[in-house]
């Protein structure tokens, strides 16, 4: 990758290519943060900083048409869903405008002897890296960004490179709203510079990336080696666990939904469907049914539901994906076709547990069904593979709710609904799906110096 570029997905035409900063450049960016993290993080108030963190997000609605334009160029997001994206990042900068200063009120401590007084008082490590994914430009920008800078670390921002018209408009109304230079720095930066530059620097305090295991594992090395802070997300396969239900067509509607938001490409989507037998052939013949009536379309359409993948490429990785689902003995339940980076909706059966569709993440709008006669072999399937970030649990008894919710292995459990996520929610995993936590509260305490204050008198 030598050009941050534009290719739309949905026409194959390319945009203008941006050139990759200068190994100067980069450096003069990690300074500018480090003197802004001394001079104006240190010389605010979390309250001055949240006023700055509500303007960003005034101006993530106000500009709210022009941002979701970009990002359906950019990787083919329906319209509809980028103008959501783009509200839904508003309403987590406004959030961490509204909360930060509770989050981060000084903790009192009770002692167990001694005279005076001890508190936890919450402060700013320093400079940021964040590396972030094309899949939601705006929001994986707004769940890193927005906390961090309300607690004072500044903030270079690596983003995909299909993205680097909304990664500049991102930039742009950090200015606008009054953040100084070097409070938010978007750097079109290379592989080498991440790892060679960036995270080597003693300026640099700690990294965030979401994006695939190949990746996290690469910056997480890096960091080790320099002692660096690291929260990952590597997305993930969740499973959906339907075990009873009252109405079967919400249980349908609601998994469908969990599959294809984001055309597909949602590290949280459900990806596996555990269905118990008495469910299982009713389940099958409704969900294929709804779920292969969405129908790859224009993604500047105000009616389109599901949009071309982010790229040719991914459509070529999901096609060789399912071809190799296919002759490793999992069965085709239906599917649809593909035209250039549209792809149909295609459910998978039968997949065992010795082929490779099993374990791995499908990108795209792909669903396998298995199977299950009790609870016991759900939690097994669920379970079963390397990732461990969501997952989702229909059922109508309340107690067997929180006893499986106990046993599954993932970092968030969503029960009888799904799309629930939410500024206030924290978002993470377990396993091969990362570590550390984004929203919510702890999103806040991440990158945050837990500093003890002990006072004899």
């Not at 709804?290 to 990785?317: W, Y």
């Not at 377990?430 to 702890?442: T, Y």
């Amino acid at each position: 990758m030598s050009k941050y570029v534009v290719t739309n997905p949905a026409t194959g035409v390319k945009g203008t290519s941006f050139p990759l900063a200068t190994d100067e450049e980069v450096t003069d960016a990690i300074g500018a943060a480090d003197r802004t993290h001394s001079e104006f993080s240190r010389g605010t108030s979390v309250t001055e900083r949240a006023a700055l963190m509500q303007k960003v997000a005034d101006l993530h609605t106000e500009r709210r048409e022009h941002l979701a334009e970009l990002i359906v160029r950019e990787m083919g997001k329906p319209l509809e869903q980028a103008l959501g994206e783009v509200d839904f990042s508003a309403d987590i900068y406004g959030y961490y405008a509204t909360h930060g200063e509770t989050f981060l009120a000084d903790e009192p401590i009770e002692l167990l002897g001694g005279e005076g007084s001890a508190f936890i008082r919450n402060a700013s490590l320093g400079v940021l890296l964040g590396i972030m994914p094309w899949n939601f430009p705006y929001y994986q920008v707004a769940r890193f960004a927005g906390p961090n800078l309300v607690l004072g670390n500044t903030i270079l921002l690596k983003h995909a490179s299909q993205c680097p018209e909304s990664a500049a408009a991102i930039e742009q109304i950090f200015t606008d709203a009054g953040f100084p230079e070097g409070a938010y720095r978007n750097l079109y930066a290379s592989n080498a510079q991440i790892s060679d530059i960036i995270i080597p620097d003693p300026r640099v305090c700690g990294v965030s990336l979401t994006g695939s295991e190949g990746a996290g594992a690469a910056v997480a090395e890096v960091a080790g080696r320099n002692l660096k802070k690291v929260v990952l997300e590597l997305g993930g396969s969740d499973p959906f666990i339907l075990l009873s239900t009252d109405n079967l067509q919400e249980a349908v509607d609601a998994a469908v939904d969990a599959r294809l938001d984001n055309s597909g490409q949602s590290c949280n989507a459900a990806k596996r469907f555990i269905v118990i037998d008495g469910l299982y052939d009713a389940f099958l013949e409704s969900f294929t049914a709804k779920i292969t009536g969405n129908v790859p379309a224009d993604p500047t359409s105000p009616e389109t539901t599901l949009g071309p993948l982010s790229s040719l490429g991914a459509a070529e990785n999901l096609e060789e994906q399912l071809q190799r689902a296919e002759a490793q003995g999992a069965t085709v339940a239906a599917r649809g076709s593909r035209k250039g980076a549209f792809f149909s909706p295609t459910v998978l059966t039968g997949v065992s547990p010795q082929s490779d569709a099993y374990r791995e993440e499908f990108f795209g709008p792909v669903a396998a069904i298995y199977r299950v006669q009790d609870e016991a072999e759900a939690v097994q399937v669920a379970n079963d593979i390397p990732y461990g970030l969501g997952s989702y649990l229909f059922t109508t008894d309340p107690e067997q709710a929180l006893r499986v919710a106990d046993q599954i292995d993932a970092g968030m459990v969503f029960i009888n609904g799904s799309l629930l996520d939410g500024p206030e929610l924290p978002f993470g995993g377990v396993k091969r799906s990362g570590f550390g936590r984004e929203l919510g509260r702890f999103g806040i305490a991440e990158f945050a110096n837990k500093k003890l204050i002990r006072i004899l008198k």
